[in-house]
T-cell receptor, first 113, second 114 residues
């Protein structure tokens, strides 16, 4: 089945440092979504990227979708303690269905104040 | 998301017991999903339902069954619980009408099988 690989698995930064997590697929994705899960919480949708080469920003968060639509990244500028959590990317499920998702294993971000 | 609720929030049971986890939503969404989350493994899809008459297996359906009692309710059952089913279980919903495919997750049920 389709797999979405996400790296790194863990990232620890000092507050104020930048952070990036990467998501890669062996197949072309019609779209990719990003979710954040705070410790003890549930995944919360952040954004969806659809177009080749798309770049979207949400305050200090920058999301990119690769030109070949096989990779994506989430970059956080000047991390804050509120950024702590696990960030997941998710692509369409097996068979290319957009209505079920295949999640990466996530990147756990911890921030030292 | 407060519009997606799960009961119970925590459950400890013994091997061999039958367990039902319930999910309700007030979002009016057609699509509902059950995932399990294990440390380091991300979220894996167990079952999903696109409407009341439609039930589909996900990537890890063995040992589980589901029931879509109504548009708003989707239950997950473990017929005979085993310890490796100890995990955090999430219900989620999505809506075709919005044009996007984002999913809205419930607060989760932490299940421990002894």
């Amino acid at each position: 089945g389709q797999q979405v690989m996400q790296i790194p698995q863990y990232q620890h930064v000092q507050e104020g440092e930048d952070f990036t997590t990467y998501c890669n697929s062996s197949t072309t994705l019609s779209n990719i979504q990003w979710y954040k899960q705070r410790p003890g919480g549930h995944p919360v949708f952040l954004i969806q990227l659809v177009k080749s080469g798309e770049v979207k920003k949400q305050k200090r968060l920058t999301f990119q979708f690769g030109e070949a639509k096989k990779n994506s990244s989430l970059h956080i500028t000047a991390t804050q303690t509120t950024d702590v959590g696990t960030y997941f990317c998710a692509g369409p499920g097996s068979g290319g269905s957009n209505y079920k998702l295949t999640f990466g294993k996530g990147t756990l971000l911890t921030v030292n104040p | 998301d407060a519009d997606v609720t799960q009961t119970p929030r925590n459950r400890i049971t013994k091997t061999g017991k039958r367990i039902m986890l319930e999910c309700s939503q007030t979002k009016g969404h057609d699509r509902m999903y059950w995932y399990r989350q294990d440390p380091g493994l991300g979220l894996r899809l167990i079952y999903y339902s696109f409407d009341v008459k439609d039930i589909n297996k996900g990537e890890i359906s063995d040992g589980y069954s589901v029931s879509r009692q109504a548009q708003a309710k989707f239950s997950l059952s473990l017929e005979s619980a085993i310890p490796n089913q100890t995990a955090l279980y999430f219900c989620a919903t999505s809506d075709l009408r919005g044009g996007g495919y984002e999913q809205f997750f419930g607060p989760g049920t932490r299940l421990t099988v002894l």
